[in-house]
Every structure is written in structure tokens, then in C-alpha cells.
């Protein structure tokens, strides 16, 4: 930011020459101290012909505003205040302009014209009007020694300022991050939980490359990935993890680099092409490793070190979210389902059956069930044990998954009962499906162990009652009765007749 006062002064004082000269030998040494390499050497390029378009725009925007044409070169006379402002208008908006449309058009990193840190940079940048003409002056009065009794004091407040910017960008990552945690934890959905940390992660800190992955007996498996590059390979093999992330496992510390000459190989390239920047960090569960985040990007000293800080916590967040999105998914479907069969159980059934009633009473639609009872099935449990009924139960629920048609939902109703609930589906449909799957059961050989010393298996035939109940409701009419409609025409129509039969409500 000191060359910036520099050249202002240089040009005021000694023309648009001098400016340039200062200009491109400050670019050099910026890049230099930066160490950028020569397979970056463009750079070196587009920050010169920058600077100098920008020298050249600027200048004529001082003699515009009518500074004079003829530099002062240090003699004493009225110092030219406002064009030296539109000056520095002129060069810091023509700079930022130009690296804009660089970076939005050449490189494709797509970014506002005006942010805060474009806020922050005029900021900082401002004191150089104020530094230049105090330069002015005293190079009138003293010559070279103005710069350093100039410089020393500005160099101490443009830290300070930059330790205020530094601590302030901090901060408001820091709040991103706790948002993000607040959204993730309110999400119970591991999906949606991934693609919303996926897109926080991306909003603080620079992302090209990212793989979430999870540890399973000490192999890295692929959870996430995200390739924002546009030459990214799409079918590859990720399984295993890059050898960073497994550094990271073997080591339990995060992983840092700021240039591709400090950490790239050939088999990196794989993950990570053209990436310079790279951050890997653990993440724990429990004081364990349950995984690893590794993130990449396409330019130079992107992570520094309060990015690992800023990484580890959002990485805390997202194993949190998992975890309480997983155990809620099983809590719900303990809740839901029959822990034998994995079919809906009597109360998930009954809460779908009120809801659906709802709606086919409101748009007047059909609405079908099934009551499914297997005969004789005490025989079975009496004969073979209750391990071997319980293996046919679990059977018979397959063969109804298989062959019931979506949308319809299969349940068991309590012992050796099943119900299906036909929506949009018409008592005589209901009919067809109910004789289709009473032909299923009694065809179908059931496999059973009978002893648990024997490994032999041996085949049963079980055969099935079927009430069958269908109706477009009303809006007095209860919900249940659907039920014991088809409840009470199972038990009069099929098994009072001979069971293995269908029976329809009349």
C-alpha cells in the first residue's frame, strides 16, 4: 500500500514516467516476495499492463481536473489538491475494474463488483492521499529524507488498519460459521444437511475442490464431492481418499499448504488438478476420527492459518448434524416400522389411513383396504417353533412388498394380520389385487428350519383369508370403519366360509 503514496508523489513531482517506473518495479517486487513461479509468469504480465493502463488513465484524469502538465520536480509552488484526489479516485476504481473483469471473465471466478472488501481497500487506500501530499511537501523542504520521515509513521497505521481488516474479516467469518451450525443442526435431513455445508463452506472460505469423506475400518470412503473446476474428470475412482487425507487419519493434525510446489504430485492430480492451495483437516467424533474434509483451490495462499481454526469447527457442526439427522432416522423408523418384518406397523397405518381419508373425502377419490389374515398359522408356531413362524411372517411380508403396486402402503396390523391400504383404488380393483395375492401366498413355497440344531430347511404352504373393503367416503363417515368393514368381511365372507378365500364387504 506505500508504493501507492510513492507514486502518487513521484508522478506529482516528477511525471508519469517516474510513476510507471515506480509502479512496475513495485508489481516485480510484489510477486517476487509472493514467489510466484513461472508457471504463473501471466502474471507478472497482466499486473504490468494493468498498472501501466491504469498509470496512463489516471494521469489523464489529473490533467483533466487541471493539474498541471509540467512536474514540479521539487521546486516550491501551489500544491494541486483536488486533481491529485480525482487521482487516486481515478487509479483505485480503473484497478479494481480491471481485475474484476479479469478474474469474472478470464479465470471464470465469479465474484461481485463491489464487496466489503473493496469497502475495506478504499479504507486502507485512503491514507495514501494524505501520505502523498505530506510527501510533497517535505520532498520541497528536505528531499530524500521525507520518505522516511513519512514512511516510518504511515507504515505503523496502515498495520494497524490491516490488524483491524484481518480481525474484522475473522469475525464475520466467525458469524457465518455459527449461522451455518444454527441450519445444519435445525436439518434432520443427511442429504440436505451435506449440500447446505457444502454451500456455507464455499460462502467463507475459497473452495475449487472438496471431498467430505467418512472412516470405516480404517479406509477412506467418498461421502461427498464437489469439483467446481471446468475440467473436472466425472467418473473416477475416490475410494481410499487422496494421500493427504489419509496423512491426516494417520497423523490426527490438519494439513496445510499455500503453493503446489510445496505438496503436488501426478497422483494428486487425480483430486486435485490445477489446484495450488490445499486444507485437510479431521474430523472427530467423540474424540476419534470419524472422517476427513479436504478442501483445494486454484490460487496461491488462499488457507491461512485462522482458516484451519475456521474448517475444524465447521467440520464439528457437520458430524453434529449428521449424527442427530441419522439417530432421528432411526428413532423414526423404530416408531414406524415392525422391528420383525420392516413393514409400516398399526400405528404408522392408522395415520396414514386418517390422512388419506382426509383426501379422498376433499376430492372425492377412491379408497380401498385389504385385511389379511394367514390361517392356521397357530399349526405352524405349534409345530415348528416360533423361530420358524417368525421366518414365514417375514416372507410373507416380502411377497406383499413385491407385488402390492405404489402408491399403496403395506402393514402388519398385530400377530399373523397384514393390511394394505389401496389409495385411489376401487372396492372391485381391490378385489382383483386381494385374489391375485391369496393365489400368491397359497403357490408360494415357505422355507423354515425345523429345529434350530438342524440346517435343513423344508418347505410349508400357508394359505391367506382376505376381507376386502372399498369406498368413496363421505365426510361424516369415520375413518377406521374402512377397516372393520374389511375386518368384519374377512371374518364372515372368508373364514367362516372355508377360509383361503377373498370376501367383499356387502
Given at each position: 500500500?506505500l508504493?501507492?503514496?510513492?507514486?502518487?508523489?513521484?508522478?506529482?513531482?516528477?511525471?508519469?514516467?517516474?510513476?510507471?517506473?515506480?509502479s512496475?518495479a513495485?508489481v516485480?517486487?510484489?510477486?517476487?516476495?509472493?514467489?510466484?513461479?513461472?508457471?504463473?509468469?501471466?502474471?507478472?504480465l497482466?499486473?504490468?499492463?494493468m498498472?501501466?493502463?491504469?498509470?496512463?488513465?489516471a494521469?489523464?484524469?489529473?490533467?483533466?481536473?487541471?493539474?498541471?502538465?509540467?512536474?514540479?520536480?521539487?521546486?516550491?509552488?501551489?500544491i494541486?489538491y483536488?486533481p491529485?484526489?480525482?487521482?487516486?479516485i481515478v487509479h483505485?476504481?480503473v484497478?479494481?475494474?480491471?481485475i474484476?473483469?479479469?478474474?469474472?471473465?478470464?479465470?471464470?471466478?465469479r465474484e461481485?463488483?463491489?464487496t466489503?472488501?473493496?469497502?475495506?481497500?478504499?479504507?486502507a487506500?485512503?491514507?495514501?492521499?494524505?501520505?502523498a501530499l505530506?510527501l510533497?511537501?517535505?520532498y520541497?523542504?528536505?528531499?530524500?529524507a521525507s520518505?522516511?520521515?513519512?514512511?516510518?509513521?504511515?507504515?505503523?497505521?496502515?498495520?494497524?488498519?490491516?490488524?483491524?481488516?484481518?480481525?474484522?474479516?475473522?469475525?464475520s467469518?466467525?458469524?457465518?460459521?455459527?449461522?451455518a451450525?444454527?441450519e445444519?443442526?435445525?436439518?434432520?435431513?443427511?442429504e440436505a444437511?451435506?449440500?447446505?455445508?457444502?454451500?456455507?463452506?464455499?460462502?467463507?472460505?475459497?473452495?475449487?475442490?472438496?471431498?467430505?469423506?467418512?472412516?470405516?475400518?480404517?479406509r477412506l470412503?467418498?461421502e461427498?464431492?464437489?469439483?467446481f473446476d471446468?475440467?473436472?474428470?466425472?467418473?473416477?475412482?475416490?475410494?481410499?481418499?487422496?494421500?493427504?487425507?489419509?496423512?491426516v487419519?494417520?497423523?490426527?493434525?490438519?494439513?496445510?499448504?499455500?503453493?503446489?510446489n510445496?505438496?503436488?504430485s501426478k497422483?494428486?492430480?487425480?483430486?486435485?488438478?490445477?489446484?495450488?492451495?490445499?486444507?485437510?483437516?479431521?474430523i472427530?467424533?467423540?474424540?476419534?476420527?470419524?472422517?476427513v474434509?479436504?478442501?483445494?483451490?486454484?490460487?496461491?495462499?488462499?488457507y491461512?492459518?485462522?482458516?484451519?481454526s475456521i474448517?475444524?469447527f465447521?467440520?464439528?457442526?457437520l458430524?453434529a448434524?449428521?449424527?442427530?439427522a441419522?439417530?432421528?432416522?432411526?428413532?423414526?423408523?423404530?416408531?414406524?416400522?415392525?422391528?420383525?418384518?420392516?413393514?409400516?406397523?398399526y400405528?404408522?397405518f392408522?395415520?396414514?389411513?386418517?390422512?388419506e381419508?382426509?383426501r379422498?373425502?376433499?376430492q372425492q377419490?377412491?379408497?380401498?383396504?385389504?385385511l389379511?389374515?394367514?390361517?392356521h398359522?397357530?399349526?405352524v408356531?405349534?409345530?415348528?417353533?416360533?423361530?420358524?413362524?417368525?421366518?414365514?411372517?417375514i416372507?410373507?411380508?416380502?411377497l406383499?412388498?413385491?407385488?402390492?403396486?405404489y402408491p399403496?402402503?403395506?402393514?402388519?396390523?398385530?400377530?399373523?394380520?397384514f393390511?394394505v391400504l389401496?389409495i385411489?383404488?376401487?372396492q372391485?380393483e381391490?378385489?382383483l389385487l386381494?385374489?391375485?395375492?391369496?393365489l400368491?401366498l397359497?403357490d408360494?413355497?415357505?422355507q423354515?428350519?425345523?429345529?434350530?440344531?438342524?440346517?435343513?430347511?423344508?418347505?410349508v404352504?400357508?394359505?391367506a383369508?382376505?376381507?376386502?373393503?372399498?369406498?368413496?367416503?363421505?365426510?361424516?363417515e369415520?375413518?377406521?370403519s374402512?377397516?372393520?368393514?374389511?375386518?368384519?368381511?374377512?371374518?364372515?365372507?372368508a373364514?367362516?366360509?372355508?377360509?383361503?378365500?377373498?370376501?367383499?364387504?356387502?
Open positions: 500500500m508504493f501507492q503514496g510513492v507514486s502518487l508523489a513521484a508522478f506529482v513531482q516528477f511525471g508519469l514516467f517516474a510513476e510507471i517506473l515506480v512496475q513495485a516485480i517486487f510484489s510477486l517476487m516476495y509472493l514467489r510466484v513461479g513461472r508457471q504463473d509468469f501471466y502474471r507478472y497482466f499486473n504490468s499492463t498498472f501501466f493502463i491504469t498509470s496512463v488513465i494521469a489523464a484524469a489529473y490533467w483533466a481536473a487541471g493539474g498541471p502538465l509540467t512536474p514540479m520536480y521539487g521546486q516550491q509552488g501551489t494541486p483536488i491529485i484526489v480525482v487521482y487516486f483505485l476504481l484497478n479494481h475494474i480491471l474484476y473483469f479479469f478474474r469474472n471473465y478470464f479465470i471464470g471466478q461481485r463488483l463491489i466489503r472488501s473493496l469497502v475495506w481497500e478504499v479504507a487506500t485512503s491514507l495514501n492521499v494524505p501520505f505530506i510533497i511537501f517535505l520541497n523542504e528536505i528531499g530524500l520518505v522516511l520521515y513519512v514512511g516510518i509513521p504511515f507504515l505503523s497505521v496502515a498495520l494497524v488498519v490491516r490488524l483491524y481488516h484481518s480481525a474484522e474479516e475473522t469475525k467469518m466467525m458469524k457465518k460459521v455459527n449461522k451450525g444454527h445444519l443442526n435445525s436439518t434432520l435431513d443427511e444437511i451435506i449440500q447446505t455445508f457444502s454451500t456455507w463452506i464455499r460462502s467463507i472460505v475459497p473452495v475449487d475442490y472438496m471431498f467430505i469423506y467418512s472412516l470405516h475400518d480404517g470412503e467418498p461427498h464431492i464437489d469439483r471446468r475440467h473436472s474428470a466425472v467418473a473416477l475412482d475416490y475410494g481410499g481418499g487422496d494421500r493427504w487425507s489419509k496423512k487419519v494417520q497423523t490426527g493434525d490438519p494439513i496445510r499448504f499455500i503453493k503446489q510445496e505438496w503436488k497422483d494428486d492430480d487425480a483430486f486435485f488438478p490445477h489446484a495450488e492451495s490445499l486444507l485437510s483437516v479431521p472427530y467424533r467423540q474424540g476419534a476420527i470419524a472422517g474434509l479436504t478442501l483445494a483451490v486454484k490460487k496461491q495462499r488462499m491461512g492459518k485462522e482458516a484451519v474448517v475444524e465447521l467440520s464439528s457442526f458430524i448434524a449428521i449424527d442427530n441419522r439417530y432421528y432416522k432411526q428413532a423414526k423408523q423404530k416408531s414406524e416400522r415392525c422391528a420383525l418384518t420392516r413393514l409400516y406397523n400405528s404408522y392408522e395415520m396414514i389411513l386418517e390422512m381419508h382426509e379422498a373425502v376433499e377419490l377412491p379408497l380401498s383396504a385389504l389379511i389374515d394367514l390361517d398359522f397357530k399349526h408356531n405349534d409345530t415348528y417353533g416360533h423361530e420358524a413362524g417368525n421366518h414365514v411372517l416372507q410373507v411380508a416380502e406383499l412388498q413385491a407385488h402390492v403396486p399403496s402402503v403395506v402393514a402388519r396390523f398385530g400377530g399373523e394380520e393390511a389401496l385411489e383404488r376401487c372391485e381391490a378385489a386381494a385374489e391375485e395375492l391369496r400368491l397359497a408360494h413355497p415357505f423354515i428350519r425345523e429345529s434350530l440344531q438342524q440346517d435343513q430347511e423344508r418347505s404352504n400357508i394359505t383369508s382376505i376381507g376386502v373393503a372399498g369406498t368413496v367416503p363421505e365426510e361424516e369415520e375413518f377406521f374402512l377397516v372393520r368393514k374389511a375386518d368384519r368381511a374377512m371374518y364372515t365372507g373364514k367362516q366360509a372355508g377360509r383361503n378365500k377373498v370376501a367383499a364387504y356387502a
